[in-house]
C-alpha cells in the first residue's frame, strides 16, 4: 500500500512564504512524476507544478516566479517553495505521484490547506 502525506500547510499573511513537504511511502519500486495541484473553495482543482524523476520542472502561469518544485528521490519526497504568496493563492493542496508498484499509476495525498490573508 502506497501513502502520500502532505505536511507545511498553514495560515500566512499576503506576501509571506510557505513551504509544503509531500513523503510517499510503502513498497515503491520507483516515482515517475511528482506534482501538487490546489483546490479553492467552490473551484475544480487545477494543477500547479510538476517535477519529473530527473528534476525537469513545469509550471502553471499564475505560479511562475513566485513558486519552486523540487524532490528528494532518496526520500520519495516532493517539496513546494511559495513565495510572494497571494490571497488567491488560497486552496488545498494535494501532491500526486506516479509509483510503481507492480504497475504504475497515480497516488494522491489527503491535501493540506494553504490561507493566505490580505
Known amino acids: 500500500q502506497v501513502q502520500l502525506v502532505e505536511s507545511g500547510g498553514g495560515l500566512v499573511q499576503a506576501g509571506g512564504s510557505l513551504r509544503l513537504s509531500c513523503a510517499a511511502s510503502g513498497n515503491i519500486f520507483g516515482i515517475n512524476a511528482m506534482a501538487w495541484y490546489r483546490q479553492a473553495p467552490g473551484k475544480q482543482r487545477e494543477f500547479v507544478a510538476t517535477?519529473?524523476?530527473?528534476?525537469?520542472?513545469n509550471y502553471a502561469d499564475s505560479v511562475k516566479g513566485r513558486f519552486t518544485i523540487s524532490r528528494d528521490n532518496a526520500k520519495n519526497t516532493v517539496y513546494l517553495q511559495m513565495n510572494s504568496l497571494k490571497p488567491e493563492d488560497t486552496a488545498v493542496y494535494y501532491c500526486?505521484?506516479?509509483?510503481?508498484?507492480?504497475?504504475?499509476?497515480?497516488?494522491w495525498g489527503q491535501g493540506t490547506q494553504v490561507t493566505v490573508s490580505s
Open positions: 500526486a505521484a506516479e509509483v510503481k508498484v507492480v504497475v504504475t499509476r497515480p497516488y
Open positions: 517535477i519529473t524523476s530527473t528534476g525537469s520542472t
